[in-house]
């Protein structure tokens, strides 16, 4: 919305999107293949630092090309934090409760991704985009702060070699995300400003009801993963997001954009943290790093494309046609896990 008032088009709102997940893509891989020589907590410090000082520079941004270099800036961010804290929390899971852990650990990542379109968009109509970027600087600030509580495990004497910049035990698990992210990447990107079209003059309460049904599910699918295997829960949750954005293709009032919020949020809360922890569990312990690397690299990937690509795709023809088309991608992967659920590493969990 901020590009579209520098004079960004509708269908260019996902440059900045795409250019700060584009970046964090590209990023992501090379911080995965050396995090056991530069350290978990370093990264979850420089994170939340360059939000910071990006946050308190974007009032003064006054052209369209400058705050896509701002989301550049984001994109390095992003890449720290993710590479930083997803490792750490793959080291201090137990084994038998690792689908459980990072489910728990993603709830709270939820109500801070799901949550703040919505109070994002609330504060920026009540209050201008100047107070709103004040608040996430603010943000930024105690996130900073409270990385530095942060303790990581002792080091290993002797530190690996860096691990392979794209890790092969996590290409189908990657594959399944990407499906995923996409549909989140279009609608981050595309749905505030289609929503008053579809019958919602707010598109934030569609994050809200995601967020809240992604909260219901989401620690409680890691865990049935822990007991069922991974495969058994990401096939429906898979179907389910797919589902919903074909419900939200045809989406005519209020009531069935909420509806397919709610549907979308079950089947993302569900799939996220236990394709992760398929991740983990395909690789061997000094290759974590990079096969979670591998892993966000796709689901930055996957948000890149969604926000950017389909953006093209919105102006040839309708933003149901976009949606139906994007729906396709998590149906795409539940075929390619179900068809690769046989293979000795899928077959571990």
């Not at 985009?129 to 105690?142: N, Q, T």
């Not at 919602?200 to 993963?225: D, I, K, P």
């Not at 954009?257 to 979308?264: C, E, S, T």
């Not at 990079?290 to 919105?314: C, D, E, K, P, R």
Request: aromatic share 8%; glycine share 10%.
């Amino acid at each position: 919305m901020y590009s579209v008032e520098l004079g960004g088009e509708e269908s260019q709102a996902g440059f900045v999107t795409a250019a700060v997940t584009m970046v964090s893509f590209l990023a992501v891989p090379h911080l995965g293949r050396h995090v056991e020589r530069l350290g978990r907590t370093p990264l979850l410090h420089l994170g939340p630092a360059l939000v910071l000082a990006e946050s308190l520079a974007l009032p003064y941004v006054g052209w369209f090309p400058l705050l896509v270099a701002m989301g550049i800036a984001c994109g390095g961010a992003l890449a720290c934090f993710q590479t930083g804290a997803n490792t750490l929390i793959a080291d201090l899971a137990p084994v038998h409760r690792r689908g459980e852990a990072i489910g728990i650990y993603g709830t709270f990542t939820t109500i801070a991704v799901a949550m703040s379109p919505a109070v994002g968009i609330m504060v920026m109509h009540n209050n201008g985009f100047p107070v709103l970027f004040a608040a996430s600087a603010g943000v930024a600030a105690i996130a900073l702060i409270l990385s530095f509580m942060v303790r990581e495990p002792e080091k290993q004497a002797m530190v690996p070699p860096p691990g392979p910049l794209l890790n092969r035990s996590a290409l189908l698990p990657a594959f399944c995300i990407f499906g995923m992210t996409l549909t989140y990447g279009t609608l981050i990107s595309f749905l505030p400003g289609q929503a008053p079209k579809m019958g919602m003059e707010n598109a934030g309460l569609f994050f809200t009801v995601y967020c809240l049904s992604t909260l219901l599910v989401r620690a409680l699918a890691g865990g049935v993963s822990d007991r069922l295997g991974r495969v058994p829960v990401i096939l429906p949750a898979l179907f389910t997001v797919g589902a919903s954005m074909m419900i939200l293709s045809q989406s005519s009032s209020q009531t069935m954009v909420l509806g397919a919020a709610a549907l979308y949020g079950l089947g993302y809360g569900s799939a996220h943290p236990t394709i992760m922890a398929l991740t983990v569990d395909r690789a061997g312990g000094d290759q974590r790093a990079s096969a979670i690397a591998t892993f966000y690299s796709a689901y930055n990937l996957g948000v890149a494309v969604g926000s950017l690509a389909m953006g093209y795709l919105l102006a040839a023809t309708s933003y149901a046609v976009m949606t139906a088309v994007v729906g396709a991608a998590p149906l795409l992967a539940m075929v390619a896990l179900y068809l690769g659920r046989s293979s000795p590493a899928a077959s571990q969990r």
